[in-house]
Protein backbone atom coordinates (compact mmCIF):
# COMPACT_ATOMS: atom_id res chain seq x y z
CA UNK A 1 0.00 0.00 0.00
CA UNK A 2 0.47 3.78 -0.52
CA UNK A 3 3.35 5.16 2.59
CA UNK A 4 3.09 8.46 3.81
CA UNK A 5 6.06 9.70 5.73
CA UNK A 6 6.03 13.18 7.43
CA UNK A 7 9.07 15.04 8.60
CA UNK A 8 10.58 16.04 11.19
CA UNK A 9 8.48 13.86 13.74
CA UNK A 10 8.92 16.74 16.23
CA UNK A 11 9.74 20.56 15.92
CA UNK A 12 9.70 23.02 18.81
CA UNK A 13 10.00 26.68 17.53
CA UNK A 14 10.19 30.00 19.26
CA UNK A 15 6.94 31.96 18.77
CA UNK A 16 7.60 34.03 15.99
CA UNK A 17 9.74 31.72 14.13
CA UNK A 18 8.94 30.43 10.94
CA UNK A 19 8.85 26.17 10.01
CA UNK A 20 7.97 24.17 6.89
CA UNK A 21 6.93 20.84 7.48
CA UNK A 22 6.88 18.09 5.06
CA UNK A 23 4.68 15.31 3.22
CA UNK A 24 6.32 12.38 1.23
CA UNK A 25 4.08 9.75 -0.55
CA UNK A 26 5.19 6.76 -2.03
CA UNK A 27 2.50 6.79 -4.97
CA UNK A 28 0.13 9.06 -6.97
CA UNK A 29 -2.51 10.78 -5.20
CA UNK A 30 -6.06 12.53 -5.77
CA UNK A 31 -6.70 13.69 -2.41
CA UNK A 32 -4.28 15.24 0.02
CA UNK A 33 -5.57 17.24 3.35
CA UNK A 34 -3.06 18.67 5.69
CA UNK A 35 -4.93 18.86 9.13
CA UNK A 36 -3.73 20.29 12.11
CA UNK A 37 -5.02 18.36 15.58
CA UNK A 38 -5.01 21.37 18.95
CA UNK A 39 -4.31 19.64 22.32
CA UNK A 40 -7.98 18.86 23.01
CA UNK A 41 -8.16 16.36 19.86
CA UNK A 42 -9.76 18.30 17.18
CA UNK A 43 -8.47 17.60 13.71
CA UNK A 44 -9.25 20.80 11.63
CA UNK A 45 -9.12 21.08 8.01
CA UNK A 46 -6.45 23.34 6.85
CA UNK A 47 -5.82 22.39 3.12
CA UNK A 48 -6.86 20.04 0.39
CA UNK A 49 -4.28 19.96 -2.03
CA UNK A 50 -3.51 17.81 -4.10
CA UNK A 51 -1.72 19.93 -6.16
CA UNK A 52 -0.40 23.00 -6.85
CA UNK A 53 -0.23 26.26 -4.09
CA UNK A 54 -2.72 27.45 -1.51
CA UNK A 55 -2.28 30.30 0.92
CA UNK A 56 -4.57 31.09 3.78
CA UNK A 57 -3.27 33.61 6.08
CA UNK A 58 -0.01 32.91 7.80
CA UNK A 59 -0.20 29.03 6.68
CA UNK A 60 0.25 27.63 2.74
CA UNK A 61 0.99 24.53 0.97
CA UNK A 62 2.55 23.48 -1.96
CA UNK A 63 1.88 19.93 -3.28
CA UNK A 64 4.04 18.91 -6.07
CA UNK A 65 2.46 15.94 -7.60
CA UNK A 66 4.44 14.60 -9.86
CA UNK A 67 7.21 14.47 -7.38
CA UNK A 68 5.26 13.14 -4.34
CA UNK A 69 5.31 15.31 -1.69
CA UNK A 70 3.78 18.24 -0.05
CA UNK A 71 4.96 20.92 2.14
CA UNK A 72 2.89 23.08 4.87
CA UNK A 73 4.44 26.19 5.72
CA UNK A 74 4.05 28.33 8.89
CA UNK A 75 4.86 31.57 9.26
CA UNK A 76 5.07 34.19 12.31
CA UNK A 77 4.32 30.71 14.56
CA UNK A 78 1.97 31.58 17.58
CA UNK A 79 1.39 29.15 20.74
CA UNK A 80 -2.14 28.59 19.45
CA UNK A 81 0.34 26.70 16.40
CA UNK A 82 1.16 24.01 18.62
CA UNK A 83 -0.24 20.50 18.60
CA UNK A 84 0.20 17.85 15.66
CA UNK A 85 0.05 18.38 12.03
CA UNK A 86 -0.73 15.69 9.86
CA UNK A 87 -0.86 14.89 6.21
CA UNK A 88 -3.86 12.12 4.80
CA UNK A 89 -3.87 11.19 1.10
CA UNK A 90 -6.32 8.99 -1.08
CA UNK A 91 -5.51 7.21 -4.34
CA UNK A 92 -8.24 6.54 -6.92
CA UNK A 93 -7.91 2.66 -6.05
CA UNK A 94 -8.27 2.96 -2.24
CA UNK A 95 -11.18 3.06 -0.40
CA UNK A 96 -9.68 5.45 2.63
CA UNK A 97 -7.79 7.90 3.89
CA UNK A 98 -4.23 7.24 4.96
CA UNK A 99 -2.51 9.50 7.19
CA UNK A 100 1.22 10.02 8.21
CA UNK A 101 2.76 9.75 11.30
CA UNK A 102 2.50 13.61 11.91
CA UNK A 103 4.48 16.08 12.83
CA UNK A 104 4.77 17.33 16.51
CA UNK A 105 4.67 20.98 17.10
CA UNK A 106 5.38 23.05 20.25
CA UNK A 107 5.56 26.77 20.18
CA UNK A 108 7.24 28.13 22.94
CA UNK A 109 6.05 32.03 24.00
CA UNK B 1 -21.01 25.54 8.00
CA UNK B 2 -18.24 22.71 8.08
CA UNK B 3 -19.34 21.57 11.34
CA UNK B 4 -19.39 17.77 12.97
CA UNK B 5 -20.71 17.70 15.91
CA UNK B 6 -19.84 14.79 18.64
CA UNK B 7 -21.26 14.02 22.25
CA UNK B 8 -20.59 13.12 24.61
CA UNK B 9 -16.72 14.60 24.63
CA UNK B 10 -15.79 12.34 27.52
CA UNK B 11 -17.15 9.12 28.54
CA UNK B 12 -16.05 6.93 31.06
CA UNK B 13 -17.36 3.10 31.36
CA UNK B 14 -16.37 -0.36 33.09
CA UNK B 15 -16.24 -3.60 30.76
CA UNK B 16 -19.80 -4.41 31.48
CA UNK B 17 -21.61 -1.28 30.45
CA UNK B 18 -23.37 -0.16 27.42
CA UNK B 19 -23.43 2.99 25.47
CA UNK B 20 -23.28 4.83 22.82
CA UNK B 21 -21.32 7.26 20.52
CA UNK B 22 -23.66 10.10 18.83
CA UNK B 23 -22.44 12.06 15.64
CA UNK B 24 -24.30 15.12 13.56
CA UNK B 25 -23.71 16.85 10.49
CA UNK B 26 -26.04 19.06 8.72
CA UNK B 27 -23.81 19.74 5.71
CA UNK B 28 -26.16 17.73 3.36
CA UNK B 29 -22.85 14.93 3.21
CA UNK B 30 -23.73 11.69 2.54
CA UNK B 31 -20.84 9.63 3.36
CA UNK B 32 -19.89 9.50 7.12
CA UNK B 33 -16.83 7.94 8.88
CA UNK B 34 -15.71 6.51 12.49
CA UNK B 35 -12.19 6.29 13.33
CA UNK B 36 -10.52 5.31 16.12
CA UNK B 37 -7.09 7.27 17.23
CA UNK B 38 -4.98 6.08 19.81
CA UNK B 39 -2.28 8.63 21.94
CA UNK B 40 0.64 9.47 19.84
CA UNK B 41 -0.97 8.04 16.73
CA UNK B 42 -3.03 9.23 13.69
CA UNK B 43 -6.65 8.30 13.38
CA UNK B 44 -7.42 4.60 12.04
CA UNK B 45 -10.59 3.66 10.18
CA UNK B 46 -13.27 2.07 11.58
CA UNK B 47 -16.07 2.07 9.75
CA UNK B 48 -17.62 3.85 6.20
CA UNK B 49 -21.28 4.92 6.07
CA UNK B 50 -22.23 5.69 1.98
CA UNK B 51 -25.72 6.89 2.24
CA UNK B 52 -27.10 5.56 4.84
CA UNK B 53 -25.81 1.81 4.07
CA UNK B 54 -22.16 0.57 5.56
CA UNK B 55 -19.87 0.43 3.24
CA UNK B 56 -16.78 -0.81 4.93
CA UNK B 57 -16.17 -2.26 7.77
CA UNK B 58 -11.88 -2.56 8.55
CA UNK B 59 -12.63 -6.17 10.53
CA UNK B 60 -13.41 -4.30 13.98
CA UNK B 61 -14.76 -6.27 16.52
CA UNK B 62 -18.25 -7.17 16.99
CA UNK B 63 -18.22 -5.40 20.27
CA UNK B 64 -18.11 -1.82 18.07
CA UNK B 65 -21.84 -1.61 16.42
CA UNK B 66 -22.00 1.29 14.21
CA UNK B 67 -25.61 2.66 13.37
CA UNK B 68 -26.59 5.49 10.53
CA UNK B 69 -30.30 6.26 11.67
CA UNK B 70 -30.59 8.88 9.04
CA UNK B 71 -28.23 10.88 6.51
CA UNK B 72 -27.09 13.25 9.46
CA UNK B 73 -26.67 10.79 12.12
CA UNK B 74 -24.26 8.77 12.89
CA UNK B 75 -24.17 6.28 16.23
CA UNK B 76 -21.34 4.36 17.47
CA UNK B 77 -22.69 1.42 20.16
CA UNK B 78 -20.01 0.03 23.01
CA UNK B 79 -20.46 -3.00 24.50
CA UNK B 80 -18.22 -5.39 26.53
CA UNK B 81 -15.74 -3.04 25.78
CA UNK B 82 -11.91 -3.92 26.93
CA UNK B 83 -9.49 -1.61 28.68
CA UNK B 84 -6.92 -1.71 25.29
CA UNK B 85 -10.23 0.77 23.63
CA UNK B 86 -9.14 3.09 25.27
CA UNK B 87 -8.65 5.63 22.68
CA UNK B 88 -10.39 8.93 21.14
CA UNK B 89 -13.07 8.14 18.53
CA UNK B 90 -13.83 10.57 15.86
CA UNK B 91 -16.30 10.71 13.37
CA UNK B 92 -16.05 12.47 9.85
CA UNK B 93 -17.91 13.42 7.22
CA UNK B 94 -18.14 14.04 3.47
CA UNK B 95 -19.69 15.23 0.80
CA UNK B 96 -19.97 11.71 -1.14
CA UNK B 97 -17.26 8.64 -0.16
CA UNK B 98 -15.39 9.32 -3.29
CA UNK B 99 -11.56 9.94 -3.73
CA UNK B 100 -11.63 13.68 -4.10
CA UNK B 101 -13.82 14.50 -1.14
CA UNK B 102 -12.77 16.33 1.40
CA UNK B 103 -13.28 14.80 5.13
CA UNK B 104 -14.46 17.43 8.16
CA UNK B 105 -13.77 15.89 11.49
CA UNK B 106 -15.62 16.27 14.57
CA UNK B 107 -14.28 16.75 17.97
CA UNK B 108 -13.89 13.58 18.90
CA UNK B 109 -14.85 11.45 22.45
CA UNK B 110 -12.37 10.79 24.41
CA UNK B 111 -13.14 6.95 25.94
CA UNK B 112 -12.07 5.39 29.48
CA UNK B 113 -12.58 1.95 29.54
CA UNK B 114 -11.99 0.37 32.83
Known amino acids: GIQVEQSPPDLILQEGANSTLRCNFS?????LQWFHQNPWGQLINLFY???GTKQNGRLSATTVATERYSLLYISSSQTTDSGVYFC???????????FGSGTRLLVRP | DTEVTQTPKHLVMGMTNKKSLKCEQHMGHRAMYWYKQKAKKPPELMFVYSYEKLSINESVPSRFSPECPNSSLLNLHLHALQPEDSALYLC?????????????FGPGTRLTVL
Open chain 2, 92 to 104: ASSLRDSVTDTQY
Open chain 1, 27 to 31: DSVNN
Open chain 1, 88 to 98: AVRMDSSYKLI
Open chain 1, 49 to 51: IPS
